[in-house]
Nanobody
Framework: QVQLVESGGGSVQAGGSLRLSCAASGRGFLMYSVGWFRQIPGKEREFVAAINWSGGSTTYADAVKGRFTVSRDNDDNTAYLQMNSLKPEDTAVYYC????????????????????WGQGTQVTVSS
């Protein structure tokens, strides 16, 4: 099991930036893809971005492509989500998650593929 802790959320104005961190401990973090998801009350968890175990493959939701960048530092057991040009519609609780399968070439984009989740961090973007 991987324990994940997100940080870096907060309140910003539209057009601003935030960098979320996902610190991991437990079973070999470097073997697993990391996904970022977000959720607003009353809606399903939505895929944002994901990165495979090596960092060599990333994928993004259309809504954030070109504005968000996912990365990871396996030496530091941490994944990141750099969010630029934030919009009010990016307001949500953001979660990171660790894949249930090791060594996947492409990181999955559905929540069901992920075993372990952080507690979430709130991002609020005002207009």
């Amino acid at each position: 099991q991987v324990q994940l802790v997100e940080s870096g959320g907060g309140s910003v104005q539209a057009g601003g930036s935030l960098r979320l961190s996902c610190a991991a401990s437990g079973r070999g973090f470097l073997m697993y893809s990391v996904g970022w998801f977000r959720q607003i009350p009353g809606k399903e968890r939505e895929f944002v971005a994901a990165i495979n175990w090596s960092g060599g493959s990333t994928t993004y939701a259309d809504a954030v492509k070109g504005r968000f960048t996912v990365s990871r530092d396996n030496d530091d057991n941490t994944a990141y989500l750099q969010m630029n040009s934030l919009k009010p519609e990016d307001t949500a609780v953001y979660y990171c998650a660790a894949d249930s399968v090791a060594w996947r070439i492409d990181a999955p984009t559905t929540p069901e593929a992920y075993d372990d989740w952080g507690q979430g961090t709130q991002v609020t973007v005002s207009s």
